[in-house]
């Protein structure tokens, strides 16, 4: 084994050097060693990855003190001691040195054989459905016009049996690198608007688009207890990605048309309940049916007060987070007749009369008007 070069030493500078010389030091062999630079330069890629692995010691003060100490020996006694097996893994330690010399995508660049991939957008759809659709659940289809990968390219723009080629003057990376004294920054390659690529013989089904737009008829499955406003996430049905780029998704927004006899309040179902006087005072057990056709037996209690809620527990609508339901809830009310048979009115009459004593209290100015 040959013996392993001193990490100041391979990055020019004495032991006593300050963090920022390191970094400086480092920044310099890094951009000029830099394998997007020197494409297919093994000697570049093998001084950048010296370069990397002695920054990597003395760039980090616990490291740093580690190596004056104990020299190579020590670093490998370290258990945090890990060698780069590929420029990637360098990339992804660096980014903050990276992201501003060779641009936010210098953690993640590869060699690419094609155009830069983008992401689809997400995109919005709304749909309606009933109250009772919302109790239950239900599935909606619904037809979107988005974009989806082009089949007779398979997702590269190129004509069929033709490839991209990577443009001439920033091979392949779709930026170039500018230097202004210690400050280099990136752009975006003028030649190939950062693409990287040329396509010069484009398929003809998306015209080197990489993706088509059309129709598509989805099934979305909306679950019982959803609620108005609700956003669905259908993953990966929004536009489909450039070049083979992620999809975004689809978005579907949940309208609720209002029930002429229920609401929702809640995760409750509530519905008024229309009784008589007499039903009120008397007390009643009726039959009802709820929104989604299922019956329930509902006692009504003496002396019921307009604005009482009869509960059916767990009847309302299903949570969708956590478990179990909301109630079904009748809120009693009272009928008015506006019109009554004289026989009618003759009752009422006598009814009031007779328990004239017992209202006493609330009569007295009101007496003159009755009758
Ligand atoms: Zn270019
Ligand atoms: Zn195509």
Same mark, same amino acid.
Do not use: W
């Given at each position: 084994m040959s013996?392993?070069?001193?990490?100041?030493?391979?990055?020019?500078?004495?032991?006593?050097?300050?963090?920022?010389?390191?970094?400086?030091?480092?920044?310099?062999?890094?951009?000029?060693?830099?394998?997007?630079?020197?494409?297919?330069?093994?000697k570049?890629?093998? *001084?950048?990855?010296?370069?990397t692995e002695?920054?990597?010691?003395?760039?980090?003060?616990?490291? @740093?003190?580690?190596?004056?100490?104990?020299?190579?020996?020590?670093?490998?006694?370290?258990?945090d001691?890990?060698?780069y097996?590929?420029?990637?893994?360098?990339? =992804?330690?660096f980014?903050?040195?990276?992201?501003? %010399?060779?641009g936010?995508?210098a953690?993640?660049?590869?060699?690419?054989?094609?155009?830069?991939?983008?992401?689809?957008?997400?995109?919005?759809?709304?749909?309606?459905?009933?109250?009772?659709?919302a109790?239950?659940?239900?599935?909606?289809? %619904?037809?979107?016009?988005h974009y989806?990968?082009?089949?007779?390219c398979?997702?590269?723009?190129?004509k069929? $049996?033709?490839t991209?080629?990577a443009?001439?003057?920033?091979?392949?990376?779709g930026?170039?690198?500018?230097?202004?004294?210690?400050?280099?920054? =990136?752009?975006p390659?003028?030649?190939?608007?950062?693409?990287g690529?040329t396509?010069?013989?484009?398929?003809?089904?998306?015209?080197?688009?990489?993706?088509?737009?059309?129709?598509?008829? *989805?099934?979305v499955t909306?679950?019982?207890?959803?609620?108005?406003?609700?956003d669905?996430?259908?993953t990966?049905? $929004?536009?489909? $990605?450039?070049?083979?780029?992620?999809?975004?998704?689809?978005? /579907?927004? /949940?309208s609720?048309?209002?029930d002429?006899?229920?609401?929702? @309040?809640?995760?409750?179902?509530?519905?008024?309940?229309?009784l008589?006087?007499?039903?009120?005072? *008397?007390?009643?057990q009726?039959?009802?049916?709820?929104?989604?056709g299922?019956?329930?037996?509902v006692?009504?209690p003496?002396?019921c007060?307009v604005?009482?809620?009869?509960?059916i527990?767990?009847? $309302?609508?299903?949570?969708?987070?956590?478990?179990?339901?909301?109630?079904?809830?009748?809120?009693?009310q009272?009928?008015i007749?506006?019109?009554?048979?004289?026989?009618?009115?003759?009752?009422?009459?006598a009814?009031?009369?007779?328990?004239?004593?017992?209202?006493s209290?609330?009569?007295?100015?009101?007496?003159?008007? *009755?009758?």
């Amino acid at each position: 084994m040959s013996k392993k070069k001193d990490y100041y030493s391979i990055l020019g500078l004495e032991k006593t050097a300050s963090d920022a010389d390191i970094k400086k030091a480092y920044r310099k062999l890094a951009m000029q060693h830099h394998p997007d630079r020197n494409p297919n330069d093994k000697k570049a890629e093998g *001084l950048f990855k010296e370069a990397t692995e002695a920054y990597e010691i003395l760039g980090d003060k616990d490291k @740093r003190a580690r190596y004056d100490k104990y020299g190579h020996e020590g670093m490998h006694a370290g258990s945090d001691y890990h060698s780069y097996a590929n420029s990637n893994d360098i990339f =992804s330690q660096f980014s903050d040195i990276f992201g501003n %010399i060779f641009g936010q995508q210098a953690g993640r660049q590869q060699r690419r054989s094609g155009p830069t991939p983008t992401q689809g957008h997400d995109l919005a759809y709304e749909v309606t459905i009933s109250l009772k659709e919302a109790l239950v659940g239900c599935k909606k289809e %619904i037809k979107v016009y988005h974009y989806i990968p082009c089949d007779t390219c398979k997702n590269t723009g190129c004509k069929p $049996g033709k490839t991209a080629t990577a443009c001439g003057t920033c091979h392949g990376s779709g930026s170039t690198t500018m230097q202004q004294g210690f400050f280099a920054f =990136s752009q975006p390659c003028h030649a190939c608007s950062g693409n990287g690529f040329t396509i010069s013989d484009p398929c003809a089904t998306c015209r080197g688009q990489s993706r088509v737009q059309k129709y598509e008829t *989805l099934t979305v499955t909306i679950p019982a207890g959803i609620y108005r406003g609700a956003d669905l996430r259908i993953t990966n049905k $929004g536009d489909a $990605g450039t070049f083979a780029g992620p999809a975004g998704n689809l978005y /579907v927004k /949940v309208s609720i048309t209002p029930d002429a006899n229920f609401q929702r @309040r809640d995760n409750d179902l509530v519905c008024n309940l229309t009784l008589t006087y007499a039903q009120l005072v *008397l007390g009643a057990q009726l039959e009802v049916e709820s929104l989604d056709g299922s019956t329930h037996t509902v006692k009504v209690p003496k002396g019921c007060p307009v604005g009482h809620e009869i509960v059916i527990v767990g009847k $309302g609508f299903p949570r969708l987070q956590g478990t179990g339901a909301g109630n079904l809830v009748y809120i009693a009310q009272c009928a008015i007749p506006k019109k009554l048979s004289s026989e009618a009115k003759e009752a009422l009459l006598a009814y009031d009369k007779a328990v004239e004593h017992e209202n006493s209290g609330i009569r007295g100015f009101f007496k003159k008007f *009755l009758g």
